[in-house]
């Protein structure tokens, strides 16, 4: 990709970036990119060892905790997803790549569905988060799907012989469908599970009076995903379909990206200034999530929790392994780069927000813990 003329003062100019500009996007959290590798990868293992003393500390209480979390997943995230979209390289190169990671994701979702039926009843683990087996259920099936590209990118950086090519290759990727799924659909899904819902204590959207009438208009989880909606019970579905939707469209993190990209396509030039800002606050942003893995993770569980932990990481393994297969014997690719590139990002752990949905919507403290801890195995 080729640099484009353009003033001083501009780091993008119509969409484009130069592979520097790209590379940065990869970096890991604050002071990473200036210490190396292996003293890079040390920094992340302090933070999280950070954050496990502070939760250790009697004044980091669970409200002191959510704020740290909220502000990360509502302030510094999002400022991340639209500078990374804002200033992405949408390489005519890679195109094909959009409509193959949406296919993919497709399956994905339909694999996962299909894999956390298997879920274990995990008595135990019912009683302890005070949750029923199909909030579990729920849970298994967020876990199996989704890439952490904020982790796969560092990685694909440093270990890729040309960095450059496989980043452009994950952004197209990430674009196609895992960043809408990740900040978007996921809350859909989450809430569909959610003990509110499960309780039916959720407030309708639609109003009373027509809450007895056929819905038409805004069927789209029932049109777009009928393997999932077929096996929910009639009720539920067309009384909590509005609701998940809603979930969806008012994710902060899936406004951000909408905006990084419209910005973006609308080729408004990004200014160097508010790129080296917002550029720092992403860094900011990584060394934050870090930091609430180990305020977050507890290997303090039990043997029911050890047992249900192996069921859904075993699940989404098997989704990954059957989807890496098709990705290298069926699919057609731009290069052999390209291809290593995507294999990587489909084995990356489960996206970090997984926590802050959770914690969101209302899955309790015991399993947004299972979450990050089952993310660090």
């Known amino acids: 990709m080729a640099a484009v003329a353009a003033p001083l003062e501009l780091r993008f100019w119509r969409g484009k970036d130069v592979p520097e500009d790209v590379l940065k996007t990869a970096q890991g959290p604050v002071g990473s990119q200036e210490l190396g590798r292996t003293a890079g990868v040390l920094l992340v293992l302090a933070y999280i060892a950070v954050g496990i003393v502070l939760r250790r500390a009697s004044w ?12 990360t997943f509502k302030v510094l995230f999002p400022l991340y997803l639209f500078r990374t979209l804002w200033g992405i390289s949408l390489s005519l190169d890679f195109v094909t790549l959009l409509p193959l990671s949406m296919g993919f994701h497709v399956l994905w979702f339909v694999l996962s569905q299909q894999l956390s039926t298997f879920t274990p009843e995990a008595k135990e683990v019912q009683s302890e988060s005070g949750q029923p087996h199909v909030v579990l259920t729920g849970w298994a099936l967020l876990m199996a799907q989704g890439e ?19 980043l452009a290759g994950a952004m197209m990727w990430d674009l196609g469908a895992n960043i809408w799924l ?12 959610s003990p509110q819902v499960q309780a039916g204590s959720y407030q ?14 805004s069927d789209l989880m029932e049109s777009t995903f009928p393997s999932l909606m077929g096996n929910l019970p009639r009720s539920w579905a067309s009384g909590t379909k509005d609701v998940a939707i809603k979930a969806v469209t008012d994710s902060i993190l899936l406004r951000a990206c909408l905006a990084g990209i419209c910005v973006n396509l609308l080729k408004v030039p990004l200014p160097w200034i508010v790129d080296s800002g917002l550029l720092r606050l992403g860094s900011l942003c990584k060394a934050f999530l870090y930091l609430l893995v180990g305020l977050y993770a507890d290997f303090n569980i039990s043997y029911a929790d050890c047992r249900f932990i192996a ?67």
């Open 148 to 166: 952490n590209m904020a982790f796969t990118y560092p990685l694909l950086a440093e270990a890729s012989p040309h960095p450059v090519e496989s």
């Open 204 to 217: 309708a959207i639609r109003a009373p009076e027509t809450a007895g009438e056929e819905d038409c208009s």
């Open 182 to 193: 990740c900040q978007g659909f996921l809350w859909g899904i989450a809430t569909l599970y």
């Open 60 to 71: 980091m209480t669970d409200h002191r905790c959510d704020q740290l979390r909220s502000f």
């Open 311 to 377: 069921a859904t990481l075993a699940q989404r393994f098997a989704a990954q392994i059957a989807l890496a297969v098709l990705l290298i014997e069926a699919v057609p690719l731009p290069s052999l780069t390209c291809r290593n590139a995507l294999v990587v990002t489909i084995f990356s752990p489960g996206p970090s927000v997984l926590m802050h949905i959770l914690a969101e919507v209302g899955y309790g403290q015991h399993l947004v813990k299972l979450c990050v801890t089952s993310s660090l195995v």
